[in-house]
């Protein structure tokens, strides 16, 4: 069965080194809650993200880069605690 999803789209501007920063930051952010269980939802388990570009057709993901700079397509992801610590 289908389910519905959260998405947000926050632009992060065009330099990817800040645009990295800024959404390594605002995930840790996140990953602070992770610890904190009672602030979750109890039925949300974990997220998926990914750092995209507004030119790339398919949905790559800035945070899984290569040495050759090349970045892959998969998610990253995020799993939340069934308790707090």
């Known amino acids: 069965m289908s389910e519905y999803r959260l998405h947000i789209d926050i632009p992060l501007g065009t330099d990817e080194n ?29 997220m998926n993200y990914r750092l995209g570009h507004d030119d790339d057709r398919q949905k790559s993901n800035y945070f899984n880069k290569n040495e050759e700079g090349h970045v ?8 939340f605690m069934e308790k707090s610590l």
């Open 18 to 46: 800040e645009a990295i920063r800024i959404a390594n930051h605002m995930i840790s952010s996140i990953a602070v809650h992770v610890g904190q269980r009672s602030r979750i939802e109890q039925s949300v388990n974990g």
């Open 72 to 79: 892959n397509n998969k998610k990253t992801r995020l799993t």
